[in-house]
Structures are given as C-alpha cells and as structure tokens.
C-alpha cells in the first residue's frame, strides 16, 4: 500500500472539520424544531441508536453528571414525551429510559431532509466505494468514543 498524500490527508481533514461544523448547526436546527436542546435531543438519538439504558449509561455518553444533570434531560425529554422510564424486570430498584416511538417519530421527521440528501449522494458511488465509506465510518465511529474520553481528560 502507498503512502497517502500529504497535501490530500489535509485536504480530508480540513472537509472533515467542515462536515463536522456542519453536523453541530444541523443538529442544533433540528433540536430547535423540535423544542430541544442538542443534549437532549442526542439522547434520544443514542436510544434509537442503541436502545433502551439507564440513566448512568446515558449521562455517561453525554459525558453529564449521574444526578441532577442526566435527571433534568430525562424529565424534560419526559415532558416532551420523548420518554419514558420504566423499571428494570431483573432489578426493580434500576430505572430504564425508553423511547416513546410514535412521539419519536415526530422528531425523526426533521431528519428526512437529511436522509434525502444522504441517498441522493451515495447513489452515485459504486459498491465498492460504499464499502470503503462504510469501513472507514465504523472504524471513526468505534474511536470517538476513546477521542471523547482523551478530550474529557485534558486540562
């Protein structure tokens, strides 16, 4: 394999920090639709994601406070009917946020501009293109989580 271009690495990583400005403006327009504010709204983004979790999982990912924190988004997601708590059937002293999916598919409707514009795009690629998008993707989306962490961790 060769050794990639410096003058295109950089070129990625500048499209890349646009595509990531572009993606907090998109977000916080769509949380404003919905009268949200962005960590609200990824919450519920993450349970569609990764399904029901606690309240700890959640403040966890949203890198908020286990207490009052994560328990003021859940309320306010609560009052939007976003949400619901539930108790756990293996441990009923644990809470467990869920979605409400008719409510949610409100919000989602903000996001179909976006899956228009997505399909548009990608239609144009080959297979083999799609594949290499969707590697790179899966291997970006399994190191945030570290990057986040280093992030959280600096002074």
């Known amino acids: 394999m060769s050794t990639p271009d410096r003058a295109r690495l950089a ?3 500048r499209e ?3 595509s990531t400005m572009f993606t907090v403006l998109l977000h916080h327009s769509t949380a404003s639709k919905a009268g949200l504010n962005v960590t609200d709204a990824q919450c519920v983004n993450a349970l569609k994601l990764d399904g029901p979790q606690t309240p700890g999982q959640l403040a966890q990912l949203m890198g908020i406070t286990t207490g009052g924190a994560i328990t003021a988004v859940i309320d306010r997601l609560e009052r939007a009917g976003y949400v619901k708590r539930t108790r756990d059937p293996d441990d009923r002293r644990r ?6 999916p008719e409510n949610v598919a409100e ?3 903000y996001f179909e501009p976006i899956s228009h514009a997505f399909h548009e795009r990608l239609g144009a690629y080959s297979d083999e293109d799609l594949a290499v ?3 790179w993707l899966r291997e970006n989306n399994e190191a945030m989580p570290g990057v986040i962490e280093e992030i959280r961790e600096l002074p």
């Open 107 to 109: 919000f989602a409707r």
């Open 133 to 135: 998008l969707l590697r």
């Open 95 to 100: 809470v467990i946020v869920e979605l409400v």
């Open 11 to 13: 070129e990625i990583q």
């Open 16 to 18: 890349m920090q646009r």
